[in-house]
């Protein structure tokens, strides 16, 4: 059955970084796009990132300013979150969620897949 | 970025009631939007893609329809496992995103 188990995350200084990774089982992970989705303590869900099968076309999102970048390892079925100079409002739930691709320009990947989520605290 | 205004935020129903529970998108999002469940605690659940086709093993007392830009979810026969928070999704332009959910509970 299709598992993706998230791992990396915990409480943070603001300013620092972390990497948080999922590694993924159960279907052949090099086939299907991928998402980072976090929840916020107030329950709104973020988009964060996708990224192709192959790693070489990424969404990403625009308020984020750069600070977050997605990336994968196909060989190891694992895929990344690159989180960098931390600030308090990045504190979530960070979920990696499988994705379906709807043939398109641009392709959509809609998700139908969850991990079970990784919580991010950002305090001093 | 696209908005989507879902609603109600909150809804109260008895066990057998039928719900339903709408997503309207600032601009044309063709069928492109997604719902999932989420109960207290655990990971959201994916139910519905492509505004009405259900995920495998998705009960179909779920369903989804789409007129315009409005989108809507209906529960029929509502059972203690369906009261749960649920969230709508755009994946027509990236960033997709997320209506602010509508929690279903039991009255």
């Known amino acids: 059955q299709v598992q993706l188990v998230e791992s990396g995350g915990g409480v943070v200084q603001p300013g620092k970084s972390l990497r948080l990774s999922c590694v993924a089982s159960g279907f052949s992970f090099s086939d299907y796009p991928m998402h980072w989705v976090r929840q916020t303590p107030g329950k709104e869900m973020e988009c964060l990132s996708a990224?192709?099968?192959?790693?070489?076309?990424?969404f990403n999102v625009d308020f984020l300013k750069g600070r977050f970048t997605i990336s994968r390892d196909n060989s190891k079925n694992t895929l990344y979150l690159q989180i960098d100079s931390l600030r308090v409002e990045d504190t979530a739930m960070y979920y990696c969620?499988?994705?379906?691709?709807?043939?398109?320009?641009?392709?959509?990947?809609?998700?139908?897949?969850w991990g079970q989520g990784v919580l991010v605290t950002v305090s001093s | 970025d696209i908005q989507m205004t879902q609603s109600p935020s909150s809804l109260s129903a008895s066990l057998g009631d039928r719900v339903t529970i709408t997503c309207r998108a600032s601009q044309d999002i063709r069928n492109y939007v997604a719902w999932f469940q989420q109960k207290p605690g655990e990971a959201p659940r994916s139910l519905i893609y492509a505004a009405s086709t259900l995920h495998n093993g998705v009960p179909s007392k779920f369903s989804g329809s789409r007129s315009g830009t409005d989108f809507t979810l209906t529960i029929s026969s509502l059972q203690p496992e369906d009261f749960a928070t649920y969230y709508c999704q755009q994946y027509h332009i990236y960033p997709y995103t997320f209506g602010q959910g509508t929690k279903l509970d039991i009255k």
């Open positions: 969620a499988r994705g379906r691709v709807v043939i398109g320009t641009p392709p959509r990947y809609y998700i139908d897949y």
């Open positions: 990224v192709s099968y192959d790693g070489k076309r990424q």
